[in-house]
């Protein structure tokens, strides 16, 4: 009797599950998604629509050209000095870098999400004792990622031809940029069999896209050599609207296909829940400095105090050290003094005012960060053990909190002292740095607020925490950067802090105004902690 034969499939037992897992992962990011894609295409098209409204002639691109490219600091900033030669590149050397980064992340998180932090959390060994392949889960997150390159690709396209730039460069603009994300989805993937925790796999990939944007940089303002070891200096000398030229995006092709691949062979030689480099032991009895609540928060969040401390610094430096000319900048272009409070005879100050409120935004991010870090302790069950002790919860997330209200001091002063330094060491005045600092911890008031929203949200609506922090954030954001580009009404920014914080160093800050900030802010947190004494924990 001769018995049938059963032909196994290797690959397709590696992969099953895949469509499976893909729908959940849809399903989960049906709200974030959206969100990036959103912010993505506000930005294309926020500095698509104000370019082409500023520069409507060949001579005033060509002075932006002789002014722009000239500058160091500036082609740094932007990109090539190339770009500045169309319309459609201008608006490419503004904001490329930033469609760049936000591409990058939006990849990061996506993939980082569905691998690490699932076998971190448990989700992924619940996942696997169902019929799932090894692989299916990278396979699932990586075409999870794709498809929302794809759909960025198609609003990019959109935004950059509806607001009237070439359809061929928008095409090679929306192909490049997704590729561009599609390469930092697969290193992730990469990054994630290395590490055992999500934290350390997302500031892996945040330093590598630093290095990128800094290789960039250092490559443009040189012979642009450095610039071909970034793939934002690949996506950037691909040329949009300049020379559309194509073979660049082969670059992410390869790129990609082999990351993928390492990916791969890496998995297979981990074992599941652990990374390939792993962490020590450490010492087998606590310190003195790590015997409370409040020490092991900031022992947690010391990682992203520091990263989000040297971002921050970086970024303002780069702006104060354009500062020193944006008086002769203006002078050629006294239409752009429209988006600067106190016009051109206040212009080093305004720009500083408008540099800092970005540092403010950016150091707000930070803080929603902190404070969803509590959150996820809460889900995941790691601050029930502290709790069982004799720790309370107020205490518990009393160090949570004061990470997030001293750190986020920490990183503005950082970015004040950033742009200070380079402002001062531009003009060969060291003073301008404690003024400068001064004048970025004027802010602190309004990131409070931000974080008094986020410690409301958690204490009163828990589950809907990421999405009401995340929320406040973004339309901060609008109201500080977009309110005039897009002639949004008046009244469009009255809730936003920022709008109520006088614009250090260009306007006085008093203490009425400070104190009343502080109020808004201490109700906001102590609403949250009421909340949190009061509802359900892990609820």
């Known amino acids: 009797m001769i018995g049938s034969l059963v032909v196994r499939d290797p690959l397709r037992e590696l992969t099953a599950g895949v469509g499976t897992l893909l729908r959940f992962a849809l399903r989960r990011e049906r709200f974030t998604l959206p969100c990036w894609v959103l912010g993505v295409a506000l930005l294309l098209a926020s500095q698509s629509v104000g370019s082409q409204r500023l520069y409507e002639t060949p001579a005033q691109l060509a002075r932006l050209r002789e002014t722009m490219g000239g500058n160091a600091a500036m082609v740094a900033m932007g990109g090539p000095a190339r770009l500045l030669e169309t319309i459609g590149g201008e608006v490419l050397f503004e904001v490329f870098a930033y469609l760049a980064i936000v591409i990058a992340l939006m990849n990061m998180f996506v993939v980082g999400r569905h691998t690490r932090t699932d076998e971190e959390s448990g989700r992924a060994e619940l996942i696997r004792s169902a019929r799932v392949g090894r692989r299916a889960p990278v396979v699932a997150a990586l075409t999870l990622a794709a498809l929302a390159d794809f759909v960025v690709a198609v609003v990019i396209f959109a935004v950059?031809?509806?607001?009237?730039?070439?359809?061929?460069?928008?095409?090679?603009?929306?192909?490049?940029?997704?590729?561009?994300?599609?390469?930092?989805?697969?290193?992730?993937?990469?990054?994630?069999?290395?590490f055992e925790y999500p934290r350390g796999v997302y500031g892996s990939v945040s330093l590598l896209l630093a290095a990128a944007y800094v290789l960039r940089a250092v490559g443009d303002v040189g012979d642009g050599t450095l610039s071909w070891l970034s793939p934002i200096g690949w996506g950037q000398r691909s040329y949009p609207y300049v020379d559309n030229r194509w073979w660049p995006v082969g670059l992410f092709a390869g790129a990609s296909a082999v990351l993928i691949a390492i990916a791969?062979?890496?998995?297979?030689?981990?074992?599941?829940?652990?990374?390939?480099?792993?962490?020590?032991?450490g010492r087998s009895t606590a310190s003195w400095a790590f015997r409370s609540p409040l020490a092991l928060a900031w022992r947690i969040q010391r990682g992203s105090l520091i990263g989000w401390s040297a971002g921050v610094f970086v970024l303002c430096a780069a702006y104060g050290s354009f500062a020193d000319s944006i008086e002769e900048f203006l002078a050629d272009y006294p239409e752009i003094a429209a988006y600067l409070p106190g016009g051109i005879a206040d212009a080093v100050d305004a720009y500083l005012a408008l540099s800092l409120s970005i540092g403010a935004l950016l150091t707000a991010a930070y803080a929603i960060v902190i404070v969803l870090r509590a959150h996820t302790e809460e889900v995941t069950g790691r601050a029930e053990p502290i709790l069982a002790a004799s720790v309370g919860r107020i205490g518990w997330f009393a160090g949570h909190l004061s990470v997030a209200l001293i750190g986020s001091a920490a990183v503005l002063a950082a970015g004040g002292i950033g742009a200070g330094l380079s402002y001062g060491l531009a003009i060969g005045d060291l003073g301008q740095v404690p003024r400068v600092t001064g004048a970025a911890l004027a802010y602190l008031p309004a990131v409070w607020i931000v974080i008094a929203v986020a410690v409301a949200a958690y204490g009163i609506l828990p589950r809907a925490v990421p999405a009401i922090a995340w929320a406040f954030f973004v339309y901060c954001l609008v109201a500080l950067l977009f309110t005039e580009s897009f002639d949004l009404p008046a009244w469009f920014d009255d809730a936003s802090p920022l709008s109520h914080t006088p614009r250090a160093p260009l306007e006085q800050v008093g203490p009425g105004v400070v104190l009343t900030l502080l109020m808004i802010a201490s109700a906001g947190i102590a609403a949250g902690l009421a909340g949190l004494r009061r509802r359900d924990f892990g609820g």
């Open 160 to 194: 950059a031809a509806g607001t009237g730039l070439p359809a061929h460069g928008s095409l090679l603009l929306a192909i490049a940029l997704a590729g561009l994300g599609i390469t930092f989805a697969a290193l992730t993937a990469v990054v994630a069999q290395l």
């Open 264 to 281: 791969f062979i890496l998995l297979e030689r981990r074992d599941f829940g652990a990374g390939l480099l792993r962490h020590g032991t």
